[in-house]
Structure formats: C-alpha cells, structure tokens
C-alpha cells in the first residue's frame, strides 16, 4: 500500500519514535515539580522548547506547546484579537485557510466582530497587494496560511507581514503544511503548526507570540505554558514532536528536491495520461510533496475507493467525498473543477516506484469510474437526436425553442449535471444555449469549468423553481 497522504498527516518519523520512547521512562513527572523527577522532565521540556524555537526562528520563551495545531490556531486568534480590542474588533483571512482559521472567524464574528476574507486567484494565491488594502484602522489581526493544505500553493507571506508591520496590524500565520521544510519568511507576529504535519506524534501544536504583541489568553487561567496553554504537557509527545521538528529539517533541503521531481512528474504526465483532467495550484509557489487534479464525468468518492483497492491512499476535495455534498472551500474560493479530486501528498521517503505504479494505474482506474457512471467518450459532443436528460434517442428540444435545451439534473449529484450538459451540447446549434437544472453545489464549479475545458461559453446562473439554472452557449 502507497500512503500518499501526508498532508493530513505525516507517517510518524523513526527520530519521533525513539524521542517517545525514551521520554516515556524519563518524562513522566511534573516538569513544574521541585524533586528530581520533575527537575529531569523540566530540562526534557525545556530542551524540547528550546529545539522548536530553533526551526520556528523565534525564542523559547515566545513558544508554547499546545494540545493540537487546532488548539494553537483558536487560541491564537482568540488571544491576539482580545489583547487589541481596543484598537477594533476586525480581522482579515484569506479564503483558503484552514478550517480551524475560518471557525475561528465565525466565532469572532458570532461575538459581534467583522471579519473580510481575501479573495483568491485560480492557483490559490491572494494578491498582496489586495491583501493590504484589507487593512483598516480597527483591523486587530490578520492571518494568512503559509502554504494551502489541500493545492500546495505558498502564500505572499514576507510581502504581507511587511505590510501588516507596517501598519502596525500583527499578523498570525498557520504554518502546519510547511514548518517541516523552512522557516516561515518574513516579520510576521504569531505562528500555529501541528507536529503530525511534520511526522512528529499527533496531539501537539505550536503557538509562538513574539515579543511586544499584545496578547490576552481566553479561558480559565492556567499556571502552565505562560498561561497560554492550558493542562499538563504531553512530555512524551513534545520530546519527540521537537526532535522529529529537527531531524526532518536537517533533510528537508535534499528530499525536497527529490519530491519536488516525483510531483512535476504527475504534474505533467496525469494530462497525458487521463483525458479531461484540471491540474490545480500553482505551478512554482507550492510545497514540495503536494500535487492536486481534478477529472471531468468523475466520482470522487467512487475514485478514491477504487484508487484505495488499487493499493493507493490519497485525499480529495470534491464534494461526494464530503458528508456535506459540498465542494471544499479550498476549490470553491478557486473556482476550479471540483469533480473527481485528487490531491496526491507525498510523505518524505516516498519512492519513485510508487510513483509509477500510480501513474500506471490512475489511467484504467478513471476510466473505469466514468464507464460506470456513463461519461461521454472522448471530447466530441454526442450526436444530435440524443436526449441527454432522459438518456434516449429521439428526444424533443425542450425550452423556449429549438435554440435552447434543457436538463433536469435537480437532485442528481456530482458528476451527473456536468455528464447531462456534455451530452447535450452537440444537439443545439452553434449560437445556441443549454440551461441546466441543478441543486448540487459542484454544479456551481462544475460547469463554468466544463466550459472552459470544452472552449464553450458560460453565461452565468439564474435562480430557478428548483436549485439554478446554469446557462451554457455553444460557441464550437
């Protein structure tokens, strides 16, 4: 089986797994305690403190180790914008983070705080400049992610830290996806990773506030971490998190280059190898082990269970692979094709053979999801005399006149809007519209990104009776 799912979590890393061991027998006492026992587990703590705030770049007693990097995103939010209330209660994301960043914002907001979302390009990217035209005079935080989890893309952050410096906004940056690789750029002001991003044990989180943010811990107080983090440390944990931290470090150089190669190599050979297929994410500024795709007529809850028979363990997106049936945020502030998503991570190890063995088997494997849910073959439009809503020959135009057709895909889900509209296309004349029905979420990705593969125009969405109605004019 071939784990190609680092992003979510890292194989743990055999430097991790003696740290924990080891601190097992002699971390097991109360650092804050007086006797030797808890002098030994103080100098672990402290040393593993020390260690982290070495790779972060920052000093120790800026960094707090905390349950999780969820943890250390909520309470990092919550900290910083109480400690400038009284400058404002605004706060600046961009519309990729993290989940944990965005439910930070609703509860800010939910408490009668604002909050402005960034807007992304298509490779997942804010634009540093609109970024800093967010900043207001009540703006009590900014936070930008240093790489997107789910595309790779890395974000401005040096260009905005600056800006946010300079108008005196401290700025909150969720390195989880990349603190295994460098350093995160720039004078930024708070910083959140989790170490099971990095291959350290799960259950440990870093917050770092540099010195002179005005920082208000939320919550009960608590004598431990400097009162920002609440409970007894995970001693064990944190040894091997901060150990683990280090050694992938010392490599991070060599297999990033290495891995960098194996995802140019999907990258440029999965639109060989598969028809109609969108890779997502930017080309160059993106983390060393992520690539991401998405495939037209695709179901992506069906491909990744198949592509798991196959001996292959990967993520996605889409929204059938979602208990909410809707897109991930990530693809929806995008606006790509959500359909038949793949994101391919790469933990650090992965060898060139797996790779292969993927690209070898992703093509029948696709293949084999959209005969069964009944894709188009190829990129020609189906014949005219063919009634894509019913499935049928002989099918009358439906809609205002011959000019336009209708489909009905109100309560299907991804990816049969999008199969129903390929379909039909071929049988109105070039000028001519298709208006398609649809409830489901993707369709709202979906078929603008069909027509820009396909070279077919997209009008727009209307409301509708049921769901919306998405217009399509053939042009080719």
């Known amino acids: 089986m071939s ?133 207001r005079p009540d703006t009590a935080l900014a936070c930008l992610q240093s790489a997107n989890h789910e595309v790779g893309t890395e974000q401005p952050v040096t260009e905005v830290a600056e800006a946010c410096q300079a108008a005196g906004v401290p700025l909150l940056v969720d390195a989880a996806q990349s603190l295994g690789w460098a350093p995160v750029p720039g004078p930024w002001s708070l910083l959140a990773a989790s170490a099971h991003k990095w291959g350290g044990p799960a259950g440990v989180g870093l917050l770092v506030v540099r010195k002179g943010v ?7 107080a608590d004598e431990r971490e400097s009162g920002r983090a609440a409970g007894f440390e995970n001693l064990p944990a944190i040894v091997a998190a901060a150990a683990s931290l280090r050694a992938v470090r010392a490599e991070a150089a060599a297999e990033a280059a290495r891995l960098r190669e194996l995802t140019e190599r999907i990258r440029a050979r999965v639109p060989e190898l598969v028809a109609d297929v969108e890779v997502v994410g930017d080309p160059l500024r993106r983390l060393p082990g992520i690539v991401t795709f998405s495939c037209l007529y695709v ?25 909410t049936l809707t897109p991930s945020h990530v693809l929806r502030a995008m606006g790509v094709l959500s359909e038949g998503n793949v994101r391919v ?48 020959p002989g099918g009358a135009p439906s809609g205002p006149g011959a000019g336009e057709r209708v489909v009905d895909a109100v309560g299907r889900r991804c990816p049969i809007p999008v199969i129903e509209l390929a379909r039909v296309i071929g049988q109105v004349p070039v000028g001519g519209t298709v208006r398609v029905l649809a409830d489901d979420e993707a369709a709202r990705l979906d ?23 998405y217009l399509v004019r053939r042009v080719s």
Do not use: K, N
């Open 3 to 135: 784990y190609f799912d680092a992003a979510s979590a890292a194989p743990l890393h055999p430097v991790a797994r003696q740290g924990l061991l080891a601190a097992l027998d002699e971390g097991w006492a109360d650092p804050s305690r007086l006797y030797r026992e808890g002098r030994r587990a103080r100098l672990l703590l402290d040393a593993a403190r020390a260690t982290a705030a070495e790779a972060v770049g920052c000093r120790p007693d800026e960094l707090v180790f905390t349950s999780s990097g969820t943890r250390a995103v909520h309470d990092g939010v919550a900290g910083a914008a109480a400690g400038r209330r009284r400058v404002g209660r605004h706060l600046i994301v961009s519309s990729v983070e993290h989940s944990s960043v965005l439910h930070s914002a609703e509860r800010h907001t939910a408490a009668g705080g604002s909050v402005t979302e960034v807007a992304v390009g298509r490779t997942g990217a804010v634009d540093a400049g609109e970024y800093a035209r967010a900043l």
């Open 214 to 220: 005005r920082f208000a811990p939320q919550g009960p």
């Open 299 to 323: 179901d992506g809850e069906t491909l990744l269970h198949e592509l798991d028979r196959a001996g292959f363990s990967v993520s996605s997106g889409s929204s059938c692979t979602s208990s």
């Open 345 to 392: 991570s790469l933990p650090p190890g992965t060898p060139a053979e797996d790779v292969e063995r993927f690209l070898a088997a992703l093509p029948g494997v696709v293949s084999g999801v959209r005969e069964r849910v009944g894709a188009p073959v190829g990129a020609a439009p189906a014949a005219p005399g063919t009634d894509a809503a019913a499935g049928e």
């Open 447 to 469: 078929i603008p990104a069909w027509c820009e593969m396909r070279g077919q125009r997209y009008l727009g969405e209307e409301p509708a009776d049921r769901g919306s109605a």
